[in-house]
């Protein structure tokens, strides 16, 4: 009984803690309006202290420098019309399924690359990664990510450049997003690759990247802990049958730019899809969406 009081006090101490380094890193930040407002809620501020270890000057200036890139690149405003051919073989893709515990699932396969360009993968990418985040469930603050490697080669690779940039928009301006990363079955020659690229995560990146290989029976297991086998697609281990189909994924997307718009308060004009590309049309934005 003792115990029990004391943890629960304990957790309420920690609780006022962090309450306060919230509220500090608040004042710290001062005066925020428009978007950047929007953008930094006590959730948010939350995950950037995480990030730094409830360090609040350097959350501080973390979020700070998210804030610069956001108002640069505005990824609140990249549209799927914008993106859609790099979507074309469903090489990133949000998964229909979640998580055992509700969280969002971007599927990636490496070997399904269809394009050159750097600046356009990464595009799609940080759209997809919005996109997640907007369909999180309530009270849920990160996704998964599932690499399927099948196919995978070094002709279909992206650049260590392009892959340490990505890094740096996912550990910088998106902390604390990603709960697990899966790597499922990478062959032997991305060992190769993997060794130069571990070096840009940062040690709490690095511990969600998981290898698991299917013939692994510890890697089955982590899966089953992760993931409904019912739900999960035969390439991760599962029971289900991944299809990617471009019209249905650019139909569902373009309503989402709908509730993105609405979200950040922006003047929109939807696009009607048809086989994954889009011509405007003017039509009435969508209520705000719960």
Request: hydrophobic share 35%; proline share 5%.
């Amino acid at each position: 009984m003792f115990r029990r009081r004391q943890s629960h006090n304990h957790e309420e101490n920690d609780s006022l803690q962090r309450g306060a380094k919230v509220s500090e890193l608040r004042a710290a930040l001062g005066p925020l309006s428009g978007r950047s407002l929007q953008y930094c809620t006590d959730a948010c501020l939350v995950r950037y202290l995480e990030a730094r270890n409830w360090n609040v000057d350097k959350a501080k200036k973390m979020l700070e420098e998210t804030l610069k890139w956001r108002a640069t690149y505005k990824p609140e405003e990249i549209r799927w019309h914008e993106v859609a051919h790099e979507g074309e073989t469903g090489k990133v893709s949000r998964a229909d399924f979640h998580d055992r515990l509700g969280r969002t699932v971007l599927i990636m396969r490496p070997g399904m690359q269809n394009t050159t360009s750097a600046e356009n993968n990464i595009r799609h990418l940080v759209y997809l990664i919005e996109n997640s985040i907007l369909n999180l469930r309530e009270g849920q603050e990160q996704m998964s990510w599932l690499i399927d490697f099948t196919g995978w080669s070094l002709n279909t690779n992206v650049p260590i450049k392009t892959a340490r940039d990505i890094i740096n928009i996912l550990q910088n301006h998106y902390p604390e997003r990603l709960a697990i990363c899966i790597l499922y079955n990478p062959p032997r020659i991305f060992v190769a690759f993997w060794k130069v690229v571990k070096y840009f995560l940062d040690p709490k990146t690095f511990q969600k990247v998981k290898f698991v290989y299917p013939k692994n029976k510890e890697s089955l297991e982590v899966m089953k802990s992760l993931f409904d086998v019912e739900n999960l697609p035969g390439e991760f281990g599962g029971k289900a049958t991944l299809k990617y189909d471009h019209e249905e994924f650019s139909r569902m997307m373009a309503e989402d730019d709908v509730k993105t718009a609405s979200y950040w308060g922006l003047d929109s004009k939807p696009c009607h899809v048809t086989n994954g590309y889009s011509g405007a049309e003017t039509m009435p934005l969508a209520p705000p969406a719960s």
